[in-house]
């Protein structure tokens, strides 16, 4: 299984609201796999976003 990281650890990571996250993920700019009732972003996703970006 890929690992998974929540909504709060990539805005920690990114230094960004979690809100923020949650909105990437809305307008699918961000890859998102949702459990239950929350998301969870696998960190292939998040570097794909990242270079995207070019956040780093």
Known sequence: MKPLMT?????????????SVLRWIKERHL???????A????????QDFIAKRKLW
């Open 39 to 46: 998301f969870r972003i696998e960190k292939e996703a998040l």
């Open 7 to 19: 909504a709060n650890e990539v805005a920690i990571l990114l230094g960004v609201h979690k809100v």
């Open 31 to 37: 890859n998102a796999i949702k459990v239950g009732n």
